[in-house]
């Protein structure tokens, strides 16, 4: 499995949001969210993935989302393509996981 900069690599343009400072979102199942994400085209023709969890922790939906990236241009990386986009969210996802999640004590 590719690691995340591996993935990144792929990315046209790198993503501007520091994944080490993410606000954490309590979700019904007692998870956490600090990256769920959706990708758009918004005109460039790259596949753009953006974070709809807020800068202060609040659920955005996708048009939400949208709003805050042409307002501030954040964006967790633009990609040529939709799959491309796709491979970097779940290994994304997947580091963020681990990061986050709780670790056993021993």
């Known amino acids: 499995m590719p690691t995340l900069a591996e993935t990144l690599a792929n990315a046209v343009v790198p993503g501007n949001i520091d994944l080490l ?3 954490q ?3 019904p ?9 959706m990708s758009t085209d918004l005109g460039n023709g790259l596949e753009t993935l953006l974070p709809t969890i807020g800068p202060n922790g609040e659920d ?3 048009q939400e989302a949208i709003e805050l990236f ?4 954040k ?9 491309t986009a796709d491979a970097y969210a779940q290994r994304l996802h997947e580091e963020q996981q681990l990061l986050y999640a709780p670790r056993e004590k021993y």
Not at 29 to 34: E, K
Not at 70 to 73: A, L, Y
Not at 75 to 80: E, N
């Open 75 to 83: 964006h967790l990386g633009q990609f040529r393509d939709v799959p």
């Open 29 to 37: 199942d007692g998870s956490i969210a600090t990256v769920r994400s």
């Open 21 to 23: 400072r993410r606000p």
């Open 60 to 62: 955005l939906s996708n």
């Open 70 to 73: 042409r307002r501030t241009g």
């Open 25 to 27: 979102v309590r979700l």
